[in-house]
Protein backbone atom coordinates (compact mmCIF):
# COMPACT_ATOMS: atom_id res chain seq x y z
CA UNK A 1 0.00 0.00 0.00
CA UNK A 2 1.27 3.41 -1.32
CA UNK A 3 2.69 5.91 1.97
CA UNK A 4 3.51 9.24 2.95
CA UNK A 5 7.27 9.18 3.38
CA UNK A 6 8.97 11.56 5.63
CA UNK A 7 13.11 12.49 6.16
CA UNK A 8 15.07 12.29 8.06
CA UNK A 9 13.41 10.86 10.91
CA UNK A 10 15.54 12.71 13.41
CA UNK A 11 16.84 16.37 12.89
CA UNK A 12 19.12 17.49 15.43
CA UNK A 13 19.82 21.41 14.79
CA UNK A 14 21.33 24.28 17.05
CA UNK A 15 19.03 26.90 17.47
CA UNK A 16 18.80 29.75 14.63
CA UNK A 17 19.88 27.49 12.56
CA UNK A 18 17.54 26.81 9.33
CA UNK A 19 15.95 23.36 8.69
CA UNK A 20 13.84 21.83 6.17
CA UNK A 21 11.85 19.01 6.53
CA UNK A 22 10.83 16.49 3.87
CA UNK A 23 7.94 14.54 2.84
CA UNK A 24 7.00 12.78 -0.39
CA UNK A 25 3.01 12.19 -0.44
CA UNK A 26 1.10 9.47 -2.11
CA UNK A 27 2.23 9.99 -5.71
CA UNK A 28 -1.91 10.93 -6.71
CA UNK A 29 -3.11 13.19 -3.69
CA UNK A 30 -3.60 16.38 -3.98
CA UNK A 31 -3.65 17.55 -0.66
CA UNK A 32 -0.74 18.15 1.54
CA UNK A 33 -0.27 18.79 5.46
CA UNK A 34 2.07 19.53 7.88
CA UNK A 35 1.54 18.97 11.44
CA UNK A 36 3.15 19.34 14.86
CA UNK A 37 3.16 17.31 18.01
CA UNK A 38 4.80 18.25 21.01
CA UNK A 39 5.96 15.63 23.39
CA UNK A 40 3.46 14.56 25.04
CA UNK A 41 0.68 16.42 23.37
CA UNK A 42 -1.83 16.55 20.65
CA UNK A 43 -1.79 16.79 16.64
CA UNK A 44 -1.53 20.04 15.79
CA UNK A 45 -2.29 21.13 12.48
CA UNK A 46 0.25 23.91 10.51
CA UNK A 47 -0.62 24.27 7.27
CA UNK A 48 -2.76 22.77 3.87
CA UNK A 49 -1.16 23.19 0.66
CA UNK A 50 -3.12 22.77 -2.64
CA UNK A 51 -2.63 23.28 -6.45
CA UNK A 52 0.92 24.77 -5.31
CA UNK A 53 -0.27 27.20 -2.72
CA UNK A 54 -0.74 27.64 0.73
CA UNK A 55 -4.56 26.77 0.89
CA UNK A 56 -5.11 27.30 5.09
CA UNK A 57 -2.83 28.15 7.91
CA UNK A 58 -2.70 28.19 11.62
CA UNK A 59 -1.56 30.72 13.71
CA UNK A 60 1.31 28.93 14.87
CA UNK A 61 2.49 28.79 11.11
CA UNK A 62 4.02 32.42 11.58
CA UNK A 63 6.70 34.18 9.58
CA UNK A 64 9.52 31.51 10.21
CA UNK A 65 7.74 28.69 8.34
CA UNK A 66 7.08 27.68 4.67
CA UNK A 67 6.50 25.49 2.55
CA UNK A 68 7.07 24.65 -1.00
CA UNK A 69 6.29 21.62 -3.44
CA UNK A 70 9.49 22.42 -5.72
CA UNK A 71 9.96 19.36 -8.22
CA UNK A 72 5.95 17.60 -8.19
CA UNK A 73 7.12 15.15 -5.84
CA UNK A 74 8.63 16.30 -2.67
CA UNK A 75 6.82 18.39 -0.11
CA UNK A 76 9.12 20.58 2.30
CA UNK A 77 8.88 22.64 5.31
CA UNK A 78 11.59 25.36 6.56
CA UNK A 79 11.95 26.54 9.68
CA UNK A 80 14.50 29.88 9.30
CA UNK A 81 15.69 30.49 12.27
CA UNK A 82 14.86 27.57 14.77
CA UNK A 83 13.99 27.85 18.50
CA UNK A 84 14.05 25.23 21.24
CA UNK A 85 10.21 25.39 21.46
CA UNK A 86 10.57 24.09 17.37
CA UNK A 87 11.12 20.84 18.91
CA UNK A 88 9.01 18.33 18.52
CA UNK A 89 7.33 15.43 15.96
CA UNK A 90 6.80 17.06 12.59
CA UNK A 91 4.09 14.91 10.29
CA UNK A 92 3.53 15.12 6.58
CA UNK A 93 -0.03 14.39 5.75
CA UNK A 94 -1.41 13.93 2.13
CA UNK A 95 -5.34 12.94 0.90
CA UNK A 96 -6.61 12.30 -2.50
CA UNK A 97 -8.85 14.52 -3.17
CA UNK A 98 -12.03 17.14 -1.24
CA UNK A 99 -14.11 14.46 -1.36
CA UNK A 100 -14.95 12.10 1.15
CA UNK A 101 -11.18 11.18 1.49
CA UNK A 102 -9.32 11.15 4.98
CA UNK A 103 -5.44 12.54 5.75
CA UNK A 104 -2.79 9.67 5.40
CA UNK A 105 -0.10 10.51 7.77
CA UNK A 106 3.91 9.79 7.67
CA UNK A 107 6.17 8.66 10.45
CA UNK A 108 7.21 12.01 11.32
CA UNK A 109 9.92 13.39 11.89
CA UNK A 110 11.78 14.10 15.25
CA UNK A 111 13.31 17.66 16.06
CA UNK A 112 15.50 18.89 18.45
CA UNK A 113 16.72 22.16 18.95
CA UNK A 114 19.53 22.40 21.14
CA UNK B 1 -8.17 26.87 17.27
CA UNK B 2 -11.06 24.53 17.74
CA UNK B 3 -10.99 22.27 20.94
CA UNK B 4 -12.22 18.60 20.39
CA UNK B 5 -12.11 17.16 23.73
CA UNK B 6 -11.91 13.45 24.24
CA UNK B 7 -12.33 11.46 26.95
CA UNK B 8 -11.74 9.41 29.35
CA UNK B 9 -7.81 11.04 28.71
CA UNK B 10 -6.57 7.45 29.81
CA UNK B 11 -8.13 3.94 29.99
CA UNK B 12 -6.25 0.72 32.16
CA UNK B 13 -8.31 -2.32 30.99
CA UNK B 14 -8.20 -6.23 30.84
CA UNK B 15 -7.46 -8.09 27.84
CA UNK B 16 -10.91 -9.05 26.32
CA UNK B 17 -12.90 -6.54 27.88
CA UNK B 18 -14.21 -3.92 25.36
CA UNK B 19 -13.18 -0.24 25.27
CA UNK B 20 -15.63 3.45 24.50
CA UNK B 21 -14.26 6.50 24.00
CA UNK B 22 -15.41 10.24 22.71
CA UNK B 23 -14.48 12.81 21.16
CA UNK B 24 -16.94 16.35 21.84
CA UNK B 25 -16.85 19.72 20.62
CA UNK B 26 -18.85 22.75 20.83
CA UNK B 27 -18.37 23.33 17.14
CA UNK B 28 -20.33 21.27 14.00
CA UNK B 29 -17.93 19.17 12.04
CA UNK B 30 -18.70 17.98 8.25
CA UNK B 31 -15.82 14.70 8.85
CA UNK B 32 -14.75 12.85 11.87
CA UNK B 33 -11.66 10.60 11.76
CA UNK B 34 -10.30 8.04 14.25
CA UNK B 35 -6.62 7.64 14.74
CA UNK B 36 -4.21 5.22 16.60
CA UNK B 37 -0.63 6.47 17.21
CA UNK B 38 2.21 4.21 18.21
CA UNK B 39 4.92 5.51 20.33
CA UNK B 40 7.62 7.35 17.65
CA UNK B 41 5.01 6.48 14.65
CA UNK B 42 2.24 8.88 13.11
CA UNK B 43 -0.87 8.50 13.13
CA UNK B 44 -2.72 5.62 11.28
CA UNK B 45 -6.01 5.84 10.05
CA UNK B 46 -8.65 3.17 11.91
CA UNK B 47 -12.17 4.67 10.78
CA UNK B 48 -13.51 7.92 8.88
CA UNK B 49 -17.25 8.84 9.14
CA UNK B 50 -18.56 11.50 6.47
CA UNK B 51 -22.52 11.80 7.30
CA UNK B 52 -23.87 12.34 10.55
CA UNK B 53 -25.58 9.52 12.27
CA UNK B 54 -22.85 7.14 10.33
CA UNK B 55 -21.95 4.16 12.23
CA UNK B 56 -18.69 1.87 10.48
CA UNK B 57 -16.98 -0.63 12.02
CA UNK B 58 -13.58 -1.57 11.27
CA UNK B 59 -12.96 -5.33 12.84
CA UNK B 60 -13.34 -5.31 16.18
CA UNK B 61 -13.43 -1.56 16.11
CA UNK B 62 -17.03 0.28 15.49
CA UNK B 63 -17.21 4.26 15.34
CA UNK B 64 -20.28 6.73 15.09
CA UNK B 65 -20.70 9.99 13.90
CA UNK B 66 -23.02 12.17 16.37
CA UNK B 67 -26.75 12.88 15.10
CA UNK B 68 -25.53 16.66 16.49
CA UNK B 69 -22.40 16.54 14.56
CA UNK B 70 -20.49 18.00 17.44
CA UNK B 71 -19.50 14.01 18.79
CA UNK B 72 -18.07 10.76 17.75
CA UNK B 73 -17.22 7.74 19.94
CA UNK B 74 -15.31 4.72 19.15
CA UNK B 75 -15.73 1.29 20.43
CA UNK B 76 -13.25 -1.11 20.41
CA UNK B 77 -14.56 -4.90 21.23
CA UNK B 78 -12.36 -7.50 22.98
CA UNK B 79 -9.44 -6.03 23.42
CA UNK B 80 -6.06 -7.05 22.90
CA UNK B 81 -2.50 -6.21 23.83
CA UNK B 82 -1.47 -4.77 20.43
CA UNK B 83 -4.28 -2.37 20.71
CA UNK B 84 -2.46 -0.53 23.15
CA UNK B 85 -1.30 3.29 21.83
CA UNK B 86 -3.30 6.59 22.20
CA UNK B 87 -6.44 6.94 20.21
CA UNK B 88 -7.35 10.57 18.62
CA UNK B 89 -10.18 11.71 17.07
CA UNK B 90 -9.88 14.54 13.93
CA UNK B 91 -12.49 16.63 12.55
CA UNK B 92 -12.40 18.50 9.51
CA UNK B 93 -15.35 21.77 9.81
CA UNK B 94 -15.53 23.34 6.19
CA UNK B 95 -12.31 24.01 4.58
CA UNK B 96 -8.70 22.04 4.51
CA UNK B 97 -8.03 22.01 8.06
CA UNK B 98 -8.48 19.33 10.44
CA UNK B 99 -8.32 19.37 14.26
CA UNK B 100 -7.08 16.71 16.50
CA UNK B 101 -8.61 15.62 19.48
CA UNK B 102 -6.66 15.47 22.91
CA UNK B 103 -6.32 11.74 23.10
CA UNK B 104 -7.24 8.96 24.82
CA UNK B 105 -4.16 6.33 26.24
CA UNK B 106 -5.18 2.67 26.23
CA UNK B 107 -3.01 0.32 28.19
CA UNK B 108 -4.58 -3.53 27.75
CA UNK B 109 -3.62 -5.69 30.99
CA UNK B 110 -2.65 -9.27 29.71
Known amino acids: EPEVTQTPSHQVTQMGQEVILRCVPISNHLYFYWYRQILGQKVEFLVSFYNNEISEKSEIFDDQFSVERPDGSNFTLKIRSTKLEDSAMYFCASRRDSLRQPQHFGDGTRLSIL | GQQLNQS ?16 TSSSIFNTWLWYKQDPGEGPVLLIALYKAGELTSNGRLTA ?47
Do not use: H, W
Request: aromatic content about 12%; proline content about 5%.
Open chain 2, 64 to 110: QFGITRKDSFLNISASIPSDVGIYFCAGQLTGNQFYFGTGTSLTVIP
Open chain 2, 8 to 23: PQSMFIQEGEDVSMNC
